[in-house]
């Protein structure tokens, strides 16, 4: 009896600490596609693109994508210049309204919202790795592209953040290596510091957040995928541990996914690689040799997206309770890559990306955030 009651114990204690989920996502749509890209005949999507709202208009712009033949085939990596301008219509379905170009191709990079322009900071075409920043801003549907800044390094898929005018950079490649840098950038002055690392192993492609003024960084992809997380607190130059990522008791990554708000203590990542086959496509390909990597590579690259299984789950991220759990799933396939997700307006939108090594979807579908029962 003693043993029962310690046990009940120790189930109501459990319960009582998991946080109640607050808000999901719910009434996902199909609300257009990407437009075709200039010089194409048909869009196929893309991974890596900036993204952003400017008042009530939807940029999208750059990112690259396979559109010669499959990565199996030796199928070249494009990168693309494009600027796409939307209008939200009132059924939210989307209505391509202008179109602009980069002064380079670039994917991989970085977005943040400055008033009433967009900063599209770093990423990579296939020269390289880029340093640059670029102000964009609309004339009615006309984006307006300025180069502003050149970073003292190159970076892409990190995450940046933007506080006061001053840039937080961290992670991702940084001058052509995999970082766990941390360095600011002042967008007056053009001033870098660097501040503490992020802890444990440098990473690339992790998604992440500033909130109550703190930088959030969630997992990411480094020697294997990672599940371990931290917070930067601005004000004393520290990161603080946050729990590892998991789903029913079982690490869960969402290296390769995005992070918006939910709610004042919740945050809302969505997609990622599937930890188990992603480690071991790590693995074998860093291990065989000749045809039986070759047998691997070719069973890899030519599995289905159900088999890639790119997380769908609305993965949240308590920061009150330090806690992980899922509020539901998404209706169609996750993304990778990494791909934009933004919010405004109590909608959540999710654009394009990967949805298997090799192969982007040029779909855009949103959903209302709405409370959870």
């Not at 946080?19 to 996902?28: E, G, S």
């Not at 360095?183 to 992790?206: C, W, Y």
């Not at 959030?216 to 480094?222: K, Q, R």
């Amino acid at each position: 009896m003693k043993k029962l009651t310690l046990i009940l114990l120790a189930l109501t204690t459990t319960l009582a600490c998991t946080p109640k989920p607050k808000n999901h996502v719910a009434d996902w749509k199909l609300i257009g596609l990407l437009p075709i890209p200039a010089g194409f005949t048909e869009s196929i999507g893309v991974s890596g693109a900036f993204s952003g709202f400017i008042g009530d208009k939807l940029i999208i712009a750059g990112g690259a994508n396979f559109p010669y033949a499959p990565v199996i085939e030796g199928g070249a990596k494009e990168f693309y210049r494009d600027i796409f301008v939307f209008d939200i219509n009132s059924d939210n379905t989307l209505s391509h309204v202008g179109s602009g170009q980069l002064p380079k191709k670039l994917a991989t990079g970085h977005t943040v919202s400055v008033g009433d322009s967009l900063y599209f900071i770093g990423g990579e075409n296939k020269d390289g790795d880029s340093a640059t920043i670029y102000s964009i801003t609309l004339n009615e549907n006309t984006p307006l592209v300025t180069e502003v800044a050149t970073l003292p390094f190159t970076f892409a898929a990190g995450a940046a953040v933007v506080k006061d005018n001053v840039l937080y950079l961290a992670g991702g490649r940084q001058n052509k290596k995999s970082s766990n840098k941390l360095h600011t950038f002042n967008l007056n002055t053009k001033e870098s510091i660097s501040l503490a690392d992020i802890p444990g192993e440098p990473r690339v492609q992790m998604p992440y957040l500033l909130a109550n003024n703190k930088f959030y960084i969630f997992n990411g992809l480094g020697s294997l995928t990672l599940v371990d997380s931290y917070a930067y607190d601005l004000d004393n130059n520290t990161w603080s541990a946050l729990a590892n990522s998991s789903l029913e008791n079982i690490p869960y990554t969402v290296g390769g996914g995005a992070a918006v708000p939910l709610s004042a203590d919740e945050i809302l990542i969505l997609g990622g690689v599937n930890k188990q086959v992603f480690d071991d496509a790590i693995t074998q390909l860093g291990s065989l040799k000749g045809a039986e990597l070759e047998a691997f590579r070719q069973d890899y690259f030519n599995r289905s997206p159900e088999q890639f299984n790119f997380s769908t789950n609305q993965m949240v991220y308590n920061t009150t309770k330090n806690q992980w759990y899922s509020v539901g799933t998404i209706p169609f396939y996750g993304g990778a890559g990494p791909f934009p997700v933004l919010v405004k307006d109590g909608m959540v939108w999710h654009v394009s990306g990967e949805i298997k090594a090799g192969v982007r979807t040029p779909e855009v579908h949103a959903g209302l955030i709405s409370q959870k029962k």
